[in-house]
């Protein structure tokens, strides 16, 4: 199975890094996100999550770490999300991580959202900012 990356970047839009690692089980989503074509974005990511949960048996560990999303961009990652869920009601082993700057309580909340929202557990990782 294939690697995903998208090294993210900031033009008109703010693309999140992205990187899903199938060799290692790891997948990353971190940055800002804040993109055009949302749906079709996150809808790529999706689909290498459940084509892992079909060709690979080793747990997966998603980390988002993310600064920034908009509304958009919520509802896809609640996607995600919930397709994680999924996978672990099917009896894959999913490790969800979100790590959040410890002075952002509003990041905090929108992660507490999300899991809520998503029914799915996650572990929740204060860090220091890196400003």
Not at 24 to 52: A, N, P, R
Not at 63 to 83: D, M, P, V
Not at 87 to 114: C, R, T
């Amino acid at each position: 199975m294939e690697n995903f990356l998208v090294k993210g970047g900031r033009n008109e839009f703010l693309v999140p890094y992205v990187s899903l690692d199938a060799s290692k089980g790891t997948c990353e989503l971190s940055g800002e996100s804040s993109l055009e074509y949302t749906g079709e974005f996150y809808d790529q990511i999706i689909t290498w999550l459940k084509q892992y949960s079909t060709e690979e048996s080793k747990q997966l560990v998603f980390a988002f770490k993310l600064t920034y999303f908009n509304t958009s961009s919520y509802k896809a990652i609640l996607g995600t999300l919930r397709e994680l869920k999924r996978q672990q009601d099917i009896g894959k082993k999913v490790v969800v991580q979100w790590f959040y700057p410890e002075d952002d309580s509003d990041m905090l909340m929108d992660a507490q959202d999300l899991m809520e929202s998503a029914e799915i557990e996650m572990e929740l990782i204060a860090h220091q900012s890196e400003e």
